[in-house]
């Protein structure tokens, strides 16, 4: 028989780790094919032009696409080695054009580009703390703010930086200017405060706001006119240029992340903890409405941009890009790719593989995973492992959604149709191994207390199974199963459990 290319591994897009993410520039061998074009939080996004979209986050991830959303480019694999640990973020970005940008992100790191993101070179700050917002007015005079009240300011384009201050220790979130002396910040201040400069910086004087909750992001439209939210559902205004600030009512105790207003009448705010919230206002803020129903398959939103009063993205975590041309009222997913977990993936070929996890999720690749589809499959489990000994008939393992009930299903037509081949009440089927068409294991453990390990065998294809194993006292839970011929084989689980059979299972 010939070999077959087989991969058993876990990939977690959706339940990192918090503060984990996945870096794609490290290994130049390996790059990323689902979900495309990557699965990382956006923390900002920045709209240039109608067609120029940047957007940035978790995992030192940059990216930009130049037909409006359609595409995207990653641009994080030209952002030089950062010298301090790959799981850094890049939080704030500032373009002011189409290719002369900034970006600051964790220790203090400043970059620019001055050809679209495709260069980038490192800015010196003398900061090691993490930088939070960026914000250029234009190619010389630039300000960034960050952890412990910092504050710095250039006047040459980034070439020079010197310290400001004002911010005390609060955590500066937030700044936003409308030329190169006017300017304000918010974040963690004491006293509810938002701090105001009209001089480049020099001075930044503290302005009572009547929120005691962190402010998140800042925005204004003019000199005179701009609008704060934070925590709690607090959005604010300004009328006077920051002087004095009054409470707008959202209806919502969720934390606002990020306020946007392309008129000085229609605006938008998004955020939501481990929600989803998107508001709109019509009238300056005075009234808003909520618009989160029509995002299809909302997560946490982080970032929120628009050229017009029609035209704009919403970033969130998974790596997710929602874009509407109509104000809100209907938005398209643009990054493409799905989501969940996957935990298994096999290859028949170079060309041919599958992939399989939760939420009733089997995808099949046939160019080597350049392009992924979804294949449906008529039962309701969640799928932990994928087996194939050709690119025509494989198995899959796993468990109900309520996880009461362990399942075995097959293909012979290369994922088509699937038919169920058994199923065990109270039990977890975690792994399948076929050495042949007809020859194979799977293992897994009961469900429910005491988690005894189980192996399962078949001589007929999978018609009919027979348990070799499951000894009541040993309570291992087994993961995995693999064989190297029609008698040996090992399967390991918890507790360091590594059973070995050297006649196919019988003992």
């Known amino acids: 028989m010939r070999k077959i290319i087989f991969f058993s591994f876990v990939f977690i897009f959706n339940f990192l780790p918090s503060g984990s993410f996945l870096i794609f520039n490290c290994y130049s061998q390996w790059f990323l094919q689902n979900p495309y074009p990557q699965p990382n939080p956006l923390l900002k996004v920045q709209t240039v032009t109608q067609e120029i979209v940047y957007a940035c986050g978790g995992g030192k991830t940059l990216i930009k696409s130049t037909n409006s959303g359609s595409n995207w480019i990653v641009l994080s694999q030209f952002i030089p080695d950062w010298n301090y640990p790959l799981t850094s973020n890049v939080n704030s970005l500032s373009f002011i054009d189409t290719d002369t940008g900034f970006v600051c992100g964790s220790k ?301 299903i097959k293909t012979t037509d290369g994922g088509n149709l699937w038919e169920s081949k058994y199923r065990i009440y109270n039990y977890n089927l975690k792994s399948v191994f076929f050495i042949s068409n007809d020859t194979g294991w799977v293992a897994g453990y009961k469900s429910i207390p005491p988690r005894t390990g189980i192996i399962l065998n078949t001589t007929n294809g999978g018609n009919n199974w027979v348990i070799q194993y499951n000894v009541i006292s040993d309570t291992a839970s087994l993961e995995d199963i693999f064989f190297v011929s029609n008698t040996t084989g090992w399967s390991v689980g918890w507790w360091d459990r590594i059973l070995k059979t050297t006649n196919g299972g019988q003992n």
């Not at 993101?117 to 090691?128: C, D, K, R």
């Not at 009234?287 to 969130?316: A, D, E, K, M």
């Not at 599958?354 to 995973?369: I, Q």
């Open 108 to 408: 203090g790191k400043i970059l620019k580009t001055e050809n679209g993101g495709y260069n980038w070179i490192m800015l010196e700050t003398g900061l090691t703390t993490d930088l939070y917002s960026v914000f250029f007015v234009n190619q010389f005079t630039g300000y960034a703010s960050g952890m412990s009240g910092i504050i710095i300011k250039t006047t040459n384009g980034g070439i020079n930086w010197i310290t400001q201050t004002g911010g005390g220790t609060a955590s500066l979130l937030s700044l936003y200017f409308t030329d190169a002396i006017n300017g304000w910040i918010c974040g963690t201040l004491l006293s509810g405060n938002i701090l105001k400069t009209t001089d480049g910086g020099n001075n930044w004087i503290p302005y009572p706001c009547g929120v005691s909750m962190p402010l998140n992001c800042i925005y204004f439209i003019s000199f005179d006119t701009g609008w704060a939210a934070g925590g709690g559902g607090n959005i604010i205004k300004t009328t006077n240029g920051g002087i004095n600030w009054f409470n707008l009512p959202s209806q919502t105790i969720a934390d606002f992340i990020s306020v946007h207003f392309p008129t000085n009448e229609t605006g938008y705010v998004c955020g939501g903890n481990e929600g989803c919230n998107v508001l709109k206002t019509t009238n300056s803020g005075n009234n808003w409405f909520h618009i989160t129903q029509n995002i299809p398959y909302c997560t946490n939103l982080r970032s929120i941009s628009f050229v017009n009063s029609l035209t704009g993205w919403i970033t969130g975590y998974e790596g997710k890009i929602f874009k509407t041309t109509d104000g809100g009222n209907s938005f398209i997913q643009q990054s493409s790719g799905l989501t969940y977990t996957l935990y298994s993936i096999g290859f028949v070929s170079p060309d041919i593989g599958w992939a399989v996890g939760n939420v009733l999720t089997v995808l099949k690749t046939t160019n080597g995973g350049d392009v992924w589809f979804q294949q449906p499959v008529p039962f309701n489990p969640n799928f932990d492992n994928v087996f194939f000994v050709s690119q025509h008939t494989g198995w899959v393992t796993g468990k109900t959604i309520s996880g009461d009930t362990g399942y075995i």
